[in-house]
């Protein structure tokens, strides 16, 4: 019931392409769903994050869409750019807060060519 | 201002032995949280300190312990190493108080032969 089930494991995409990961959950009780970026040799940083009471959030070319009767979010990436070619994680976290414990998706390793 | 910084980056550690890992918050953040990431899976929860106390723990054995300092820094210990401890462990630091990001650190890589 604590699991975060993330998809594609990989995504391929042409540089301007949309990139979209999508990740589910069980347990109702989580409110804070961040998105973390993570690059070979370095920690994961913070992309962006929504709670339950928004469906939509947009912060520049990331978006997240929240669907709370599905249990599931997704991470589109517009106009997708060689230096977005990294590691992306879907997490959820309990306490509304990240300081709490987060959960982590399995993660999506997203390419882009130019 | 500097960010969260963990020592050693890497380790090479005998099977049994102990390790010990170290992480220093963001000035100002009061909360440590830990966790360890196996190649090619997101970071599994291991503990959480605040204000020097635990505040979470993960699915982990006893051997796993931790602890925070008076100045907010922490410490991570695996007891009787196993080949399966091989993992890239996260120190994350969060200002409960004046936001929700966890800032994580860039990882000490531990490699148990």
């Known amino acids: 019931q604590q699991q975060v089930k993330q998809s594609p494991q990989s995504l391929i995409v042409q540089k301007g392409g949309i990139s979209i990961i999508n990740c589910a959950y069980e347990?109702?009780?989580?409110?804070?769903f961040p998105w973390y970026q993570q690059f070979p040799g370095k920690g994961p940083a913070l992309l962006i994050a929504?709670?339950?009471?928004?469906s939509e959030k947009k912060e520049g070319r990331f978006t997240i869409s929240f669907n709370k009767s599905a249990k599931q979010f997704s991470l589109h990436i517009m106009d997708s750019q060689p230096g977005d070619s990294a590691t992306y994680f879907c997490?959820?976290?309990?306490?509304?807060?990240?300081?709490?414990?987060?959960?982590f998706g399995q993660g999506t390793i997203l390419t882009v060519h130019p | 201002d500097a960010g969260v910084t963990q020592s050693p980056t890497h380790l090479i550690k005998t099977r049994g032995q102990h390790v010990t890992l170290r992480c220093s918050p963001i000035?100002?953040?009061?909360?440590v949280s830990w966790y360890q990431q196996v190649l090619g899976q997101g970071p599994q929860f291991i503990f959480q300190?605040?204000?020097?106390?635990?505040?979470g723990r993960g699915n982990f054995p006893d051997r796993f312990s931790a602890r925070q300092f008076p100045n907010y820094s922490s410490e991570l210990n695996v007891n009787a190493l196993l080949l399966g401890d091989s993992a890239l462990y996260l120190c994350?630091?969060?200002?409960?108080?004046?936001?929700?990001?966890?800032?994580f650190g860039q990882g000490t890589r531990l490699t148990v032969v």
């Open positions: 000035s100002g953040h009061k909360s």
């Open positions: 994350a630091s969060t200002n409960v108080r004046g936001g929700t990001e966890a800032f």
């Open positions: 347990n109702t009780a989580f409110d804070y």
């Open positions: 997490a959820a976290s309990i306490d509304g807060t990240s300081y709490g414990k987060l959960t």
């Open positions: 929504i709670r339950p009471d928004v």
């Open positions: 300190y605040y204000e020097k106390e635990e505040r």
